[in-house]
């Protein structure tokens, strides 16, 4: 073709030579941006694939070292546990080994929500399919952090409506959602203050929230919590204990149950936090990863 029309490379002359060049060069330019195109999907794939490879890196890491942490973790505990109840530990010996049976305790709960966390994210969880009332999980969960409640003088109400039917769901990691949610309610809450658990249907959903009256949080903030270690204070709240995984977690189970986390929050005045969840689980329920 180009024998036959030289000029056409040369892109001079004729209208029609001027067409069919425009036409080359439009070809042309098409070519390049697809090879671009192409070069960027490659990128992106390599990218994604990057990304997955470091994701089951970061888990199989986080996988093995929860094994290494949790062994002698149970051992440390066991062995607190009988100390403390031979005929020969005197008063101080029992205060001792309480205060590592805690201190262990903490240490493991930690290292479980990471592994849970971050088994989530590689979306190797499935969730248990347990039948439960909503009434069966609030008492223990409330258990959990009554002691750090009661210190502060903060008072924990439940209000949940007469006609909760039963929930399908994984009811041990729903419990765990709750407490991670009553214990960011009482920590970020002044003495004194007021906790309130709820629970109601709304659009066939259950929608169990925690409510504090606490320093609450600004927007960019509530948008910060819900990442893996992410603190809503990163300065001002160095005081307070946590890596800042609880909320992360709260997001990935309820996103597992298929259901909505809902953060309502206004510096100074306090939080409203609703998981919304549906009743009944689909069989894909528990695995997918969280988005
Ligand atoms: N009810 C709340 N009121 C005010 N701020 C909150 C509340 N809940 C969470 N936050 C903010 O969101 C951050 C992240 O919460 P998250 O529960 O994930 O972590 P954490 O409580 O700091 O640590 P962890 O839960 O792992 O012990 C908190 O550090 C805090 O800044
Ligand atoms: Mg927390």
Partial sequence: MSSQHPRLLTGTATGRDSLLARYSRDMHRDMQQAALHRKTETAG???LMEVEVATKAKSDFIARMSHELRTPLNAIMGFAHILSHTHKADQRTQEYTGYIKEAAEHLLDTVNRMLDLSKIQAGSLVLARDSFHVEEIVPSAIQAVEEQARQRGIEIVTELAGDLGPIEGDAARIKQMLVNLLSNAVKFSHEGGLVRIGADMESEQLALSVADNGIGMTPSQVQAAVSPFGHGY???????EGIGLGLA??????HLHRG???IRSTPGEGTVVTAH?????TAHHGKQPPE
């Fill in 45 to 47: 794939e390599t990218a």
């Fill in 234 to 240: 990163a300065v001002s709240r160095r005081g307070h």
């Fill in 249 to 254: 977690f709260c997001a990935a189970v309820i």
């Fill in 260 to 262: 909505r986390l809902d």
């Fill in 277 to 281: 969840l549906p009743t009944k689980l």
